[in-house]
Antibody, heavy 119, light 111 residues
């Protein structure tokens, strides 16, 4: 059974940093591209970032490029999102999700972790 | 900026049929955008329903189907059940830019 579990969310001040983690199980993690998606309170879904299985290629939405860094540790079956220079509009539930079919299919989602950026 | 637009809200009667659409401001949506569809209920994570335009996941009920319709991606709900009341999002893959864009979402009310 595929399981994804995010952690690391919380309250952070504007300009601060936070690192999210996503522990994966039930599938061959190193073979799967992964992605982060966020949802601001009462708003729609927004794609944030993606990374290939090897970790060699990463992709970012313009809204986070230069501030967020996606990475993975295939030995620990864990996906990360390092978030720097956080702003109030980064406040959202952050979901990690699994990609398949060369990254064009998003199949499994974690329950999400809430990040609140506020002073 | 790429914008993917969906109907804000639709209402359907139990047992009825409703079609949701997903349009891109860059032009016609084709199979090359690999449209995905997701269902999200309040307080829950999204759940995948459809991938690559019309393919169902193993858990997707048969009453959900995906297609291309009039230059847009489409999700049709047939024999709608009360539990289908939810927000539905499409996702398009823009391979040239290696970006993904979610649609604005459609709230489906079963009434």
């Amino acid at each position: 059974e595929v399981q994804l579990l995010e952690s690391g969310g919380g309250l952070v001040q504007p300009g601060g940093s936070l690192r999210l983690s996503c522990a994966a199980s039930g599938f061959t993690f190193s073979s799967s591209a992964m992605t982060w998606v966020r949802q601001a309170p009462g708003k729609g879904l927004e794609w944030v970032s993606a990374i290939k299985g090897s970790g060699g290629s990463t992709y970012y939405a313009d809204s986070v490029k230069g501030r967020f860094t996606i990475s993975r540790d295939n030995s620990k079956n864990t996906l990360y999102l390092q978030m720097n220079s956080l702003r109030a509009d980064d406040t959202a539930v952050y979901y990690c999700a699994k990609l398949q079919n060369h990254g064009v299919t998003l199949d499994y989602w974690g329950p999400g972790t809430l990040v609140t950026v506020s002073s | 900026q790429t914008v993917v637009t969906q109907e804000p809200s639709l209402t359907v009667s139990p047992g009825g049929t409703v079609t949701l659409t997903c349009a891109s401001n860059t032009g016609v949506v084709t199979s090359g955008y690999y449209p995905n569809w997701f269902q999200q209920k309040p307080g829950q994570a999204p759940r995948a329903l459809i991938y690559s335009t019309s393919n169902k996941h193993s858990w997707t009920p048969a009453r959900f189907s995906g297609s291309l319709l009039g230059g847009k991606a489409a999700l049709t709900l047939s024999d709608v059940q009360p539990e289908d009341e939810a927000e539905y999002y499409c996702l398009l893959y823009y391979g040239g830019a290696q970006h993904y864009v979610f649609g604005t979402g459609t709230k489906v009310t079963v009434l």
